[in-house]
């Protein structure tokens, strides 16, 4: 509730002067009173109406009497309304998995999202030939026959060049190994032998 009295408007009228001070003051206390009476209802929305109401009593200033009257009338008269025409379907969301669900964001959405970031990010790090074969990967271009047909190289060399890829992603994404890891992957060693 602390920051519904902090709420500024912009209360002037249709030419852009600002009003008297008795009708800010009666549109000021109307909002304060909307937004403790309906918490629930879109602040900035209220605030709208607010203006609204103040730039409508700006054009009738010899007409209100009783501005705070006229005021919370008025702004009473725009909750109800709002309320009368259906605008006021709103949904009871809580945070995280609801709230994508109602948005219609599935469970692959972020999924793709860091995917993307990711791969954006490797090919950056990455020598032109890397990124053609991550390239092949990221379309479930997968197979050295596949790949070495898409290259236009050897099996064998396909086959090296996305062994390589990994590598280097791998290298990209954890770091480079330790000597522990080196020696005892027989991965590792693999490679350091030719094999």
Same mark, same amino acid.
């Given at each position: 509730?602390?920051?519904?009295?902090?709420?500024?408007?912009?209360?002037?009228?249709?030419?852009?002067?600002?009003?008297?001070?008795?009708?800010?003051?009666?549109?000021?206390? !109307?909002?304060? =009173? #909307?937004?403790?009476? /309906?918490?629930?209802?879109?602040? !900035?929305?209220?605030?709208? =109406?607010?203006?609204?109401?103040?730039? #409508?009593?700006?054009?009738?200033?010899?007409?209100?009497?009783?501005?705070?009257? /006229? *005021?919370?009338?008025?702004?009473?008269?725009?909750?109800?309304?709002?309320?009368?025409?259906?605008? !006021?379907?709103?949904?009871?969301?809580?945070?995280?998995?609801?709230?994508?669900? =109602?948005?219609?964001?599935?469970?692959?959405?972020?999924? *793709?999202? /860091?995917?993307?970031?990711?791969?954006?990010?490797?090919?950056?790090?990455?020598?032109?030939?890397?990124?053609?074969?991550? #390239?092949?990967?990221?379309?479930?271009?997968?197979?050295?026959?596949? #790949?070495?047909?898409?290259?236009?190289?050897?099996?064998?060399?396909?086959?090296?060049?996305?062994?390589?890829?990994?590598?280097?992603?791998?290298?990209?994404?954890?770091?480079?190994?330790?000597?522990?890891?080196?020696?005892?992957?027989?991965?590792?060693?693999?490679?350091?032998?030719?094999?």
């Amino acid at each position: 509730m602390g920051t519904m009295d902090h709420t500024l408007l912009h209360l002037v009228d249709r030419r852009g002067q600002t009003l008297p001070r008795s009708i800010r003051f009666a549109v000021e206390s !109307a909002h304060r =009173w #909307v937004r403790r009476e /309906y918490p629930y209802l879109d602040e !900035a929305v209220i605030a709208g =109406w607010a203006e609204d109401v103040g730039q #409508v009593m700006g054009t009738r200033l010899n007409e209100i009497h009783s501005p705070h009257r /006229y *005021a919370y009338s008025a702004l009473h008269g725009k909750v109800r309304e709002w309320f009368r025409t259906c605008a !006021a379907r709103e949904f009871t969301v809580g945070i995280g998995s609801e709230l994508e669900e =109602w948005a219609g964001v599935d469970r692959s959405t972020p999924r *793709a999202i /860091y995917q993307t970031v990711l791969f954006d990010q490797l090919r950056t790090k990455l020598s032109e030939r890397d990124r053609q074969i991550l #390239v092949l990967l990221q379309q479930d271009i997968t197979s050295p026959a596949s #790949v070495a047909g898409a290259l236009g190289v050897s099996y064998a060399a396909a086959a090296k060049a996305i062994q390589r890829v990994k590598e280097r992603i791998s290298t990209i994404l954890v770091g480079d190994p330790t000597e522990e890891q080196i020696q005892t992957s027989p991965h590792f060693c693999e490679s350091e032998s030719g094999g």
